[in-house]
């Protein structure tokens, strides 16, 4: 599911669209390692918003996690973190998109009601 489609209900959440955005990369691809560079691009937030406002936030919230460049490698790479908030933020992201999977079915039921 796209981040978009749910993005005001975690906005609240995380503060920002784009911060929330950023997390929902980093739970949809939470085997990997981005570089800020990846992590950007698939989120479609700006670099430089990101290293400005949102990475902190995100590392303090201990929601991601830095890793150390890899040998060969000049920058580091952001992963979801193994916390308990992490953890939660996953449980959320996926309740949330069930819910809305649902209620999307429910609300095209409604409206063709309403417009018989």
């Not at 980093?26 to 950007?40: H, I, K, P």
């Not at 990101?50 to 490698?73: I, N, T």
């Amino acid at each position: 599911m796209d981040s978009k489609e749910f993005a005001p209900a975690l906005a609240q959440v995380f503060g920002s669209q784009a911060r929330t955005k950023l997390v929902t990369v980093l739970v949809e691809r939470r085997d990997d390692s981005l570089t800020a560079a990846q992590l950007c691009d698939l989120a479609d937030v700006s670099q430089s918003g990101f290293h400005r406002d949102h990475k902190s936030v995100l590392l303090a919230f201990e929601v991601m996690e830095r890793r150390d460049a890899e040998k060969g490698r000049s920058s580091p790479t952001y992963a979801l973190a193994g916390t308990e908030q992490a953890e939660y933020t996953v449980e959320l992201h996926y309740a949330l998109q069930s819910e809305l999977e649902r209620s999307g079915v429910l609300l095209e039921g409604d409206v063709e009601s309403f417009a018989e």
